[in-house]
């Protein structure tokens, strides 16, 4: 492994210049500077993150918290990942990923260890259990998602409540009276997850401002919970004409079965789905659907970060406005 003794002894000055060459904190001459970069490049020096962090007391590492829990669309999830570390470099930062469900007990870990310069935290809860730590952290958090009560907490997410709202509000004007929820798996709903039951939430006050029929149903991550799930649904209500489906997860399954029923999309049925542009549109009817904003809300996360980071601590809450495109999965219903 290269040391900086190797790089100083290769530019021919002292450990302690290549030290401020990399760090900054003194000016030197840009002779030397050149001399100290083009032997970090040759020899492919990387300082250690350790001494780094000792050396400035920050480690250029953000953390990412996300439990990667049965009932999560790890494909979902792994979009957020990625504009986060695409993110984190336009800023020369790392992304540390954390994925094991351990609640407060994890964010203690992270701070106690200064292994990171910053939190960013998934999947919150509407009474969030981690709240207490991360208000008490000495350590700069940004929340991607938001809690009931988000106060001193500064967080990012998509507008669940307008999502839902423009759902309701998409099949109601093309004349649908009655209408149905096909919401994430009943565990998201027991956690009270932020994200779902903010949209549940916003579902039902919109089909009641609108006096329109509507019925909300749980639903797990396999093809018999989405069959079950739409008997349930149709057998309550015959008239039923049209679905928003808030579970990605489901809807090649719940495409395929109401194919199987004989009900076609959209002439007997209209879907809208909550997903990203790349799931509605990889269907053989492309949905309708109100996009996960999973880029810009990735990114936002980040930038709210940096300037935490940068000693701007007024807390501040995001909520990123629905973006609904129509396609070929919604239609008037049938006279």
Not at 301 to 321: D, I
């Amino acid at each position: 492994m290269v040391t900086i003794n190797d790089v100083a002894n290769a530019a021919g000055v002292a450990p302690s210049t290549v030290s401020y060459v990399i760090s900054g904190k003194r000016s030197i001459s840009p002779k030397t500077r050149r001399l100290v970069e083009d032997s970090i490049r040759k020899l492919g020096y990387h300082p250690h993150a350790g001494a780094r962090a000792l050396a400035s007391s920050k480690t250029n590492v953000l953390a990412l918290v996300v439990p990667l829990r049965t009932d999560l669309n790890v494909a979902v999830v792994m979009e957020f990942v990625a504009s986060a570390v695409t993110a984190a470099r336009a800023h020369d930062h790392d992304l540390l990923l954390l994925t094991k469900d351990e609640g407060p007990a994890a964010l203690q870990r992270v701070a106690s260890s200064a292994i990171a310069d910053a939190l960013m935290v998934m999947d919150v809860e509407t009474a969030d259990p981690r709240v207490p730590m991360l208000l008490a952290l000495d350590l700069p958090v940004v929340l991607i998602g938001v809690p009931d009560h988000p106060a001193g907490l500064s967080c990012v997410d998509l507008d669940f409540t307008a999502a839902a709202s423009a759902c309701v509000a998409h099949l109601a004007e093309l004349g649908h009276r009655s209408i149905a929820l096909i919401g994430p798996s009943p565990a998201v709903y027991r956690r009270g997850t932020s994200y779902a039951t903010r949209f549940l939430r916003g579902f039902d006050e919109a089909a009641k401002s609108r006096d329109v029929r509507a019925a909300s149903h749980a639903c797990a991550h396999s093809y018999e919970a989405v069959s079950a799930c739409l008997d349930e649904l149709l057998a309550a209500d015959p008239g039923l004409t049209g679905l928003v489906v808030h579970n990605e997860a489901v809807l090649p399954g719940l495409l395929s079965d109401l194919r199987h029923r004989g009900l076609r999309v959209p002439e007997d049925i209209s879907v809208i789905a909550v997903c990203p542009d790349s799931m509605a549109e990889q269907h053989v009817v492309s949905l309708t659907n109100v996009a996960i904003p999973a880029e810009e809300v990735g990114t936002q996360a980040v930038e709210m970060t940096m300037r935490r980071l940068a000693g701007h601590t007024t807390p501040e809450v995001r909520l990123l406005g629905p973006r609904l495109t129509r396609r070929e999965s919604t239609a008037a219903p049938r006279a």
